[in-house]
């Protein structure tokens, strides 16, 4: 990753020349773009400086200590080494983080839906383990949490349950969770000892605003209605259902997961603003020959991620590889999520700079 940054100081310094020079000074548009560039590769540059300057300090004094004689001086340079070489780590370890692409989208809050797959009620109860886990990890994040809409399992657990969560970086630290989460185990349920596979889904879409997408608020047809209830004293008696219409592009989302006429048209909102994104984004895409295949798919419901056996006392995400995509079921369905979202974003970002590199 570090060899490219020889080439972005040549960038650097070429930009650093277009600023003096008289006739981009002169277009204003020119110049601001290319200011612009500068800044962005400036705090790159000095980290660079520092981090060239400090490996070259540790070559001067390894040399110094291969050809030094004095007791006292060669104590002296293995003193230098060993306070030099922690800063030349952590001065990689920024410079790497500063080179990885950054998703303008992982600053944003999101709506967090889990819902029970295939195995009936033994996939409802999984589903309520998930919301406990990731509960915990949301709460060891300092993030605020609120409950949209719930639908017990008619053994335990949920048939569905759907968060708002919000806080720092919320988006970028869940994205990766969307998908089919696969379950083995010996149901409570089951008298002659077998393991069972069950699954439930998640969903994580980041709460977008009409001005992420190219949307204007008078191409939007609103829809409200009453949404369908089970009956007795929780039925629907308002127009809390809402349903958005794109008219350019004819995308329909709608909501009434929630009582709230205001909750659902955020959630239907976000949901349209989502779809429309997609389009265009696939639109882009297909004008690309070889566009990187993304390290959770689609997300798509059916799309299995991750497994939880419980006999093996394992979790093993499917999309990393090798040592890397096992890890201690007892320790991440309490919440212990941090290892194993940190190699999925390192998986990613070592998958986008290759992608820059190709």
Same mark, same amino acid.
């Given at each position: 990753m570090l060899e490219k940054l020889p080439a972005i100081r040549d960038k650097y310094l070429h930009l650093e020349e277009q600023l003096s020079d008289p006739g981009i000074v002169a277009d204003m548009d020119k110049s601001k773009k290319v200011n612009k560039e500068y800044k962005k590769l400036q705090p790159i540059m000095q980290a660079f400086t520092q981090y060239e300057r400090t490996h070259q300090d540790i070559e001067s004094a390894r040399a110094l200590l291969s050809t030094e004689t004095d007791p006292e001086m060669r104590e002296m340079a293995k003193?230098?080494?060993? !306070? /030099?070489?922690? %800063? /030349? #780590?952590?001065?990689?370890?920024?410079? &790497? #983080?500063?080179?990885?692409? &950054?998703?303008?989208?992982?600053? &944003?809050? +999101?709506?967090?839906?889990? $819902? !029970?797959?295939?195995?009936?009620?033994? %996939?409802?109860?999984?589903? @309520?383990? /998930?919301? *406990?886990?990731?509960? *915990?990890?949301?709460?060891?994040?300092?993030?605020?949490?609120?409950?949209?809409?719930?639908?017990?399992?008619? %053994? @335990?657990?949920?048939?569905?349950?759907?968060?708002? +969560? =919000? @806080?720092?970086n919320v988006y970028g630290r869940l994205k990766f969770e969307s998908g089919a989460h696969r379950v083995q185990r010996i149901p409570e349920t089951e008298a002659k000892g077998r393991v069972h596979t069950s699954a439930a889904t998640v969903v994580v879409m980041p709460k977008l605003e009409m001005e992420d997408v190219d949307i204007r608020k008078e191409d939007i047809r609103?829809?409200?209605? $009453?949404?369908?209830?089970?009956?007795?004293?929780?039925?629907? &008696?308002?127009? !809390?259902?809402?349903?958005?219409?794109?008219?350019?592009? @004819? %995308?329909?989302?709608? =909501?009434?997961? =929630?009582? =709230?006429?205001?909750?659902?048209?955020?959630?239907?909102?976000?949901? /349209?603003?989502?779809?429309? *994104? #997609?389009?265009?984004i696939n639109a882009h895409n297909s004008s690309i020959a070889s566009a990187r295949r993304s390290l959770v798919g689609t997300g798509d419901r059916s799309e299995k991620i991750r497994t939880y056996n419980w006999p093996q006392n394992r979790v093993t995400d499917h999309r990393l590889e090798g040592d890397n995509k096992n890890f201690n079921l007892d320790k991440v369905v309490e919440g212990d999520l941090e290892g194993l979202i940190q190699a999925l974003i390192i998986a990613d970002n070592a998958a986008k700079l290759q992608e820059e590199a190709a």
């Open positions: 003193e230098e080494i060993e !306070s /030099l070489l922690p %800063a /030349l #780590d952590a001065l990689e370890e920024q410079l &790497k #983080d500063m080179l990885t692409p &950054k998703d303008p989208e992982d600053e &944003k809050d +999101v709506i967090f839906e889990i $819902r !029970s797959g295939t195995g009936g009620d033994e %996939a409802a109860l999984f589903a @309520g383990d /998930l919301y *406990r886990m990731y509960m *915990r990890y949301f709460q060891d994040q300092k993030w605020e949490v609120e409950v949209v809409d719930e639908t017990p399992g008619s %053994a @335990g657990g949920y048939s569905k349950i759907i968060l708002e +969560v =919000s @806080g720092d609103t829809d409200v209605f $009453r949404a369908s209830g089970a009956g007795g004293q929780h039925v629907n &008696k308002t127009e !809390s259902g809402v349903r958005f219409t794109h008219l350019p592009t @004819g %995308a329909v989302a709608e =909501s009434t997961e =929630s009582r =709230s006429q205001h909750k659902n048209r955020d959630i239907a909102m976000g949901r /349209l603003i989502q779809v429309i *994104r #997609d389009a265009q």
